[in-house]
């Protein structure tokens, strides 16, 4: 059975920095694409960033320069530091994973596969 556990989210001050994590159990993110969505009130789910199982990643326009993602795959692990926070930034953060068959990164969230149940973060301003 997949389990996918975030943590790291909180309440924190415009500009400031906060590092997610997510641990994976029941499958190993060196086969996996791994990805950071998030959720906020009202709206959709959005794809945030990605790694694939070769280290290449992708992100979305309004994080890039901003969040990094990274991978430990001996923790069965992903990361997203994210620096320069903003409080467009607030919603609910999750992991997701799905089987690397082509090496892309899926921006869509119905090709992931599993998920984790999501770490808050809220930015003040």
């Known amino acids: 059975q997949v389990h996918l556990v975030e943590s790291g989210g909180g309440l924190v001050q415009a500009g400031d920095s906060l590092r997610l994590s997510c641990v994976a159990s029941g499958l190993t993110t060196d086969r996996n694409v791994m990805g950071w969505f998030r959720q906020a009130p009202g709206k959709d789910r959005e794809f945030v960033a990605g790694i694939n199982r070769f280290t290449s990643t992708r992100y979305t326009d309004s994080v890039e320069g901003r969040f990094t993602i990274s991978r430990v795959d001996a923790k069965n692990a992903v990361y997203l530091q994210m620096n320069s926070l903003r409080p467009e930034d607030t919603a609910v953060y999750y992991c997701?994973?799905?089987?690397?068959?082509?090496?892309?990164?899926?921006?869509?969230?119905?090709?992931?596969?599993?998920w984790g149940q999501g770490t808050q973060v809220t930015v003040s301003s």
């Open positions: 997701a994973s799905e089987v690397d068959r082509s090496h892309s990164i899926s921006v869509y969230p119905n090709t992931y596969d599993y």
